[in-house]
């Protein structure tokens, strides 16, 4: 989890170092290429050429596409708000995933996944503070990168019944670089030393995150696993704090550790469940 939380905080350094540097869409491009190159050995070195192909090209394409709205307005999102109050955001990934599930899969939405929805939409409401005022448009995109997030991953749960992995991963890479590489022409510029570097974290840095969270998730209980997932907000507010200057609110804390507690009760009443 060590290894996550670095890579989240790492990949929101480089994002936010490139801001107003190079367009969103011709970061993206490196990342997908970055990506693509490296799924492209393991599959050569580990799997074979099987896994190149597929059977369900539109779910790759449904999914590959909401999935590339979402990081387009993630990377908006840390270029207008504190890095903490992006991934603050972020932790409602796991209550629009389970509203999605049971209007696409079938999952049951119990009482104690109603409840945990519920502390979430608390959550969201202590962070965003919703007044008499306009509600932060950047907020509103982060939710909705959140939303998008949340129907990439009931997509990926679809997939990884059928496909391999390395095949998601690299059917992502392949249908979203031709897409950004177009809408990066019109204000493309080649990369300084400096931006490759940063361009090249960017790269890594997002494969090694879920990496390790899936090593994690593999090895370690869910719940633990969500919990110290958390630690990444308080790491990345200092971040925010001592090299962008950013101030930090205590009602961000408030309404993620009130997310926390309803995605934490979710997770463990299904852990016991599953025990007994």
Not at 4 to 17: D, K, V, W, Y
Not at 86 to 99: C, K, N
Not at 194 to 199: P, T, V
């Amino acid at each position: 989890m060590f290894g996550t939380m670095l890579s989240f905080c790492l990949l929101a350094i480089g994002a936010r170092e490139l801001t107003g540097q190079l367009s969103t869409f011709q970061v993206l491009f490196f990342r997908g290429l970055i990506g693509l190159a490296i799924a492209t050995v393991l599959i050569m070195a580990t799997k074979g050429f099987t896994l190149f192909t597929t059977k369900r090209f539109k779910l790759h394409a449904v999914r590959n596409s909401i999935h590339l709205i979402g990081q387009y307005g993630w990377f908006v999102g840390i270029a207008l708000l504190p890095l903490a109050q992006v991934f603050a955001l972020e932790f409602t990934v796991p209550l629009w995933t389970a509203l999605i599930a049971a209007m696409f899969l079938g999952e049951r939405l119990t009482g104690k996944k109603a409840l945990s929805i519920v502390l979430g939409l608390i959550g969201v409401v202590i962070i965003v503070k919703p007044s008499t005022d306009a509600v932060d448009t950047a907020s509103l995109i982060v939710l909705g990168v959140a939303i998008c997030y949340a129907v990439s991953h009931v997509a990926t749960k679809s997939l990884a019944s059928t496909e391999h992995p390395l095949t998601i991963l690299f059917m992502m890479c392949v249908m979203q670089l031709p897409v950004v590489f177009l809408f990066s022409l019109d204000n493309w510029l080649w990369p300084t030393s400096i931006e490759w570097l940063w361009l090249s974290l960017i790269g890594v840095t997002a494969l090694s995150a879920h990496f390790c969270l899936a090593k994690a998730m593999a090895t370690t209980e869910v719940t633990l696993v969500m919990i110290m997932d958390f630690l990444r907000l308080p790491a990345i507010a200092v971040v925010g704090v001592l090299f962008y200057k950013e101030a930090f609110e205590l009602s961000l804390i408030v309404g993620a550790l009130t997310m926390l507690v309803g995605n934490v009760w979710a997770l463990s009443n299904k852990n016991m469940s599953g025990s007994s």
